[in-house]
């Protein structure tokens, strides 16, 4: 499967942004989906994960209240919703596509099957 992010941005503090993650060659709903992202000088990190279902969402604690990941299988497409951005928010995010139902903080990126290219989010003072 082939994913691509897009939608990121330049936006000020307390700004919004959605990101989007669409899938071609197979059926999105095989895949559990996470979001990670990758600032200036840092190692990639965990952002938000959803099963192929979407009744599972689990969030690192920095954006918990904050973002939003959900999906529309029938779209071929992960949203990850970001309200209240802040300068920390800043950095390249990336999607990531796994046959296991899950994708969370402690699954080895290494081992996920599927990344897209990332999408750059900037969040000015």
């Known amino acids: 499967v082939q994913l691509q992010a897009y939608g990121g941005g330049l936006v000020q503090a307390g700004d919004s942004l959605r990101l989007s993650c669409a899938a071609s060659g197979r059926p999105f709903s095989e895949y559990a989906v996470g979001w990670f992202r990758q600032g200036r000088g840092k190692e990639r990190e965990f952002v938000a994960g959803?099963?192929?279902?979407?009744?599972?969402?689990y969030y690192a604690d920095s954006v918990k209240g904050r973002f939003t990941i959900g999906r529309d299988n029938a779209k071929n497409t992960v949203y990850l919703q970001m309200n209240s951005l802040s300068p920390e928010d800043t950095a390249v995010y990336y999607c990531a596509a796994d046959r296991r139902d899950q994708i969370t903080p402690t699954l080895g990126q290494s081992t996920i099957d599927y990344w897209g290219q990332g999408t750059l989010v900037t969040v000015s003072s």
């Open positions: 959803i099963s192929w279902s979407g009744g599972w969402t």
